[in-house]
């Protein structure tokens, strides 16, 4: 501190570099040299190894005959399409899987979230109990025990018959369906597009409130653009929206829906799981509104529904939100434990053709480029948003 | 159903005048408030009879808890009415200790209990010294000779005779005491002002992250092969092992960058003025403020990974999961296969919940 103070004698530094961006520099060159190294010297045994095993490495074996069977898919496939083909099916698989799973795990995890916190102790209790069973099991353990389950139902004859119309034996979950085809898809098309205009619409009625601050009910766009338009088309077209009730003929269900036993194990084990890491991040998101804001809404004399819905939820959901980003992340790399039942999924694809053909390096790349394109498309759409509902500082 | 006991508007129970028998009071406040919840309560209740009463029945009043060695035909009689706890007696040294040789499992054995006492001794705050690391290393020495013997008296046993729950033991704790060092060079490497070392660390953490680890265990059981020079070839279990190190460092990364960016910029600048080098700063300062930060995460993560381990199935190795799929291919056991998922659930529900009520535990005490 003071002007006559020794001045420490200069300390040798590492390698006597002295100068930051020197030793920077060094270091780099050392960490990125290494890298390069290790990476050049795996690179060159693999190509010695290929070629010892006589294996072309290149995509070229996708146009192949792949003559792998797939029991259950969405997408029409027979052993003779090719690989690229098998592989579309199995992206199809992981896709379908992952999706509704990620709808229901979403359901059933706000359900058991908001129970978890209800002033009933006996269903917050068993919320409790349900979200720490299921939690410290491992997923692969509760998928392997849900397939036994499954495959311990009764057979297609002695189906037991929770509702009328549904079928739970040892071939999966019948369900009564609706036949879809292009005129459905045209009505479905109709709602999904008039959602989109109702989207725009009550923006701008919103708009306009916050201009004069009288309120205008969206409802009745909601109505016209999203029930009526698309009645009126199926009106026009004709289309028949007849059930189709499933029935048992010899050792099989005719017509209806089914959802093939590994699928079905699958879907339960990935929803209850991811349901119950879903419930806690619900549950401490709703707890992190200040009680002030329960209060103040309360004193304004807030009808309840416009309270959760304009007050409590949009705090809660920035809380809630990047957490649950890494859950539906998870929940879609962990629908490759299907491979451990035989349900044809992507990662199982790969494998399968791994073992047939032996391009591994190719198997497992096509596996890393759909992962990490889901992973990215997920991550985009939840930043995109969460940056909408992020707290706007004014 | 949805009411909400944080809010005002949830009963007030504590206001009212505090009349009447506690317990009936208790029973009013937290189960019949109001009459939808009323409702409720009753339909839950006898929701819950219903299941304990149909467990009970099947796991212990119809249940047969003993047979005589390698006969299940007691089993067989009662099935679809009650459990076969019998299985367990028949089978758990396979499921704990797989094909370890049978006179030898009191070794196997004896390195559970030793994973146990290290783990209990990581969990005391007192602890948290140097020391720790010394005894990380003398514990995982000692349970190494345990398995693997060849000396002091000790038979070899080759680690394709491991099996059960000390492999998985094993490739969680390995797992964690390199896939720890190894996150924490990766998130000082993201953190780092040199463009090269961040980029790679970046390149690193979202390749793994992006993938699923049972693509990564495939890529150890069949691709590592091929990587190697001809001729050159290392045990399944160790490429399992680096797999799941390489895993665990990337997910470990992420959390202690939390945990990095969460130590106030005056730290860095401090230790700077001391004239640290990078190193003495990062291991005196920096580290020690930021991994205390982010220990209930840590050990959130800890428990993952643990759960992960079983992943392993899908590649053949014998960990506590996969014996107990192999227990069950018996065909005279073959039918009782929930009894033995349930009985490893059981094992592994007893790990993790421990672990879990200790990051509880951690987040109410810790001193910030």
């Known amino acids: 501190m003071t002007a006559d103070h020794p001045r420490p004698p200069p300390r040798r530094r590492f390698l006597a570099l002295g100068r930051n961006e020197l030793k920077g520099l060094f270091w780099q060159v050392l960490v990125v040299g290494i890298a390069v190294g290790v990476v050049a010297f795996l690179w060159s045994n693999t190509v010695t190894n290929l070629s010892a095993r006589r294996i072309t490495t290149g995509f070229a074996f996708l146009g192949r005959e792949a003559g792998m069977p797939i029991a259950d898919s969405l997408l029409a496939y027979n052993p003779r399409d090719t690989y690229l083909w098998a592989f579309v099916v199995g992206i199809a698989n992981t896709l379908r ?22 002033a009933n102790w006996l269903l917050s209790r068993l919320a409790a109990v349900y979200v720490e069973t299921l939690r410290d099991i491992p997923l692969l353990l509760q998928l392997l025990f849900w397939y036994v ?36 898809l045209w009505v479905l098309g109709t709602a999904v597009l008039g959602l989109a205009v109702f989207y725009v619409i009550r923006r701008w009625l919103i708009a306009q409130q916050m201009r004069d601050g009288r309120p205008r009910p969206a409802w009745p766009f909601a109505l016209g653009l999203v029930v009526a338009v698309p009645a009126a088309v199926s009106l026009v077209l004709g289309v028949s929206w007849t059930i189709e009730w499933p029935e048992l003929r010899g050792f099989n269900f005719v017509g209806g829906l089914t959802l093939a036993p590994e699928y079905f194990a699958l879907l339960i084990a990935l929803v209850t799981y991811t349901s119950a890491f879903i419930a806690e991040i619900v549950r401490s998101g709703i707890q992190s509104v200040p009680r002030g804001q329960w209060d103040a809404a309360n004193a304004l004399g807030l009808r309840r529904s416009f309270m959760l819905r304009q007050i409590i939820l949009p705090q809660a959901l920035r809380v809630i939100v990047p957490p649950m980003t890494s859950q539906y992340l998870n929940l879609t790399k962990n629908s490759s434990l299907a491979v451990a039942i035989g349900y044809q999924d992507v990662v199982s694809v790969a494998n399968t053709t791994l073992n047939q053909t032996g391009q591994a390096i190719e198997a497992i790349a096509l596996i890393m480029a759909v992962f990490l394109t889901i992973s990215l498309s997920i991550s985009f759409f939840m930043n995109w948003y969460n940056a909408r509902i992020a707290l706007v500082e004014r | 159903m949805t009411a909400i006991t944080d809010i005002p508007d949830a009963p007030r129970a504590a206001r009212r005048p505090q009349i009447g028998n506690p317990v009936l009071r208790w029973l009013r406040t937290n189960l019949f408030s109001s009459i939808p919840n009323g409702i409720l309560t009753v339909v839950l209740l006898a929701l819950l009879a219903k299941g304990i009463f149909s467990f009970v029945q099947w796991g212990i009043a119809n249940a047969v808890w003993l047979t005589p060695a390698n006969d299940s035909s007691a089993c067989r009689a009662v099935r679809g009415l009650g459990a076969c706890w019998a299985i367990i007696p028949e089978k758990y040294r396979f499921i704990l200790f797989g094909t370890y040789p049978f006179d030898e499992q009191w070794r196997p054995a004896l390195a559970v209990l030793l994973f146990i006492a290290l783990y209990y001794l990581s969990t005391r705050r007192a602890l948290w010294r140097r020391e720790l690391v010394y005894l990380w290393i003398g514990a995982l020495a000692l349970i190494s000779v345990l398995m693997w013997g060849g000396v002091f008296g000790l038979s070899f046993v080759s680690q394709d005779r491991w099996g059960g729950l000390p492999v998985t033991l094993i490739l969680a704790t390995f797992g964690l005491a390199f896939g720890f060092p190894l996150g924490i060079l990766v998130a000082l490497g993201r953190r780092s002002k040199l463009p090269a070392i961040r980029s790679l660390s970046v390149l690193y953490v979202e390749l793994i992250r992006g993938v699923p680890l049972v693509s990564l265990l495939f890529m150890a059981s069949v691709m590592f092969p091929l990587f190697m020079p001809a001729g050159f070839n290392i045990d399944k279990l160790l490429r399992a ?26 730290q860095y600048e401090a230790a700077d003025a001391l004239g640290l080098s990078y190193w003495r700063k990062h291991r005196l300062i920096v580290l020690p403020q930021a991994i205390r930060h982010v220990i209930p995460p840590l050990v959130n993560t800890f428990i993952a990974f643990f759960k992960d381990t079983s992943l392993v199935l899908i590649i053949g190795i014998f960990d506590l999961l996969t014996t107990a799929k192999t227990a069950i291919i018996d065909p005279a056991w073959q039918q009782f296969s929930v009894e033995v998922y349930i009985f490893v659930a059981a094992i592994y529900f007893v790990f993790c919940f421990a672990m879990s009520r200790y990051s509880r535990s951690l987040e109410t005490t810790t001193p910030k």
């Open chain 1, 97 to 118: 899987v992952a999706v509704i799973g990620i709808v229901l795990a979403t359901i059933l995890g706000t359900l058991v979230g908001i129970s978890r916190l209800s």
């Open chain 1, 149 to 184: 389950l499954m495959q311990a139902l009764p057979a297609a004859r002695a189906a037991w018959r929770p509702v009328e119309g549904v079928f739970l034996s040892n071939r999966g979950l019948i369900l009564p369906a609706i036949p879809f085809g292009p005129p459905q």
């Open chain 2, 241 to 266: 092992q680096i797999a799941i190190i390489l895993f665990a460092g990337a997910y470990l990364a992420e959390v202690i960058r939390g945990g990095l960016q969460a130590v106030p910029r005056g």
